[in-house]
């Protein structure tokens, strides 16, 4: 993928940067979807913890719900956006 440096939103891309687990709950996903419940194994944090992770990465553009019927078990992958953001992290 070719990154776009004049397209990029830095602000955003400085808020992500500025929490080491927010990128790397970012990058996991870029490398394929998952639950919170995986990420939180994956990164050795609570699963509330990557809830909220995956909610702020959310309400950003930067990552979607795959299983958006589900309440619960919910599968999240890396949107484009966020892949761009990721490439540069």
């Not at 790397?24 to 394929?32: A, C, I």
């Not at 509330?48 to 958006?68: F, S």
Request: aromatic letters at 6%.
């Amino acid at each position: 993928m070719t990154v776009d440096f004049e397209q990029l939103d830095w602000d955003l891309i400085s808020q992500v940067k500025a929490s080491k687990r927010r990128t790397q709950v970012l990058k996991e996903l870029t490398r394929k979807p998952q639950m919170n419940s995986e990420l939180a194994d994956e990164l050795d944090v609570s699963t509330k913890w990557a809830r909220r992770q995956v909610k702020w990465l959310q309400e950003r553009g930067l990552v979607e719900d795959l299983t958006e019927s589900k309440y619960n078990h919910k599968i999240y992958k890396a949107t484009n956006d966020g892949k761009q953001v990721a490439e540069v992290l």
